[in-house]
């Protein structure tokens, strides 16, 4: 795994940490790194999967947006 000291201060780190249903606890750490573009009520960014250098995409809403009906309503379509 990359060690986190070669990122900058400015970089993001995310962890992801859930528990299987065989109680199996699963960590996973991602560099959050350029936006990938961005719409009326979120941004796509670009998130690399630190042990395997993976490079997904991710959507990131905001949660206060979710208060709208017809926004959540949009998203689970």
């Avoid at 249903?21 to 960590?27: A, N």
């Avoid at 995409?57 to 206060?64: D, E, M, R, S, Y």
Wanted: glycine share 8%; proline share 1%; net charge positive.
């Amino acid at each position: 795994m990359e060690s986190l000291e070669s990122f900058g201060k400015s970089d993001t780190i995310i962890q992801e940490k859930f528990t299987k249903p065989s109680g199996e606890v699963i960590e996973r750490v991602y560099y959050k790194g350029r936006m990938v573009g961005e719409g009326g009520f979120a941004q796509c960014y670009e998130f690399t999967n630190m042990e395997i250098h993976k490079v997904y995409a991710a959507k990131i809403i905001n949660k206060a947006v979710l208060k709208n009906k017809q926004v959540r309503h949009k998203v689970t379509l």
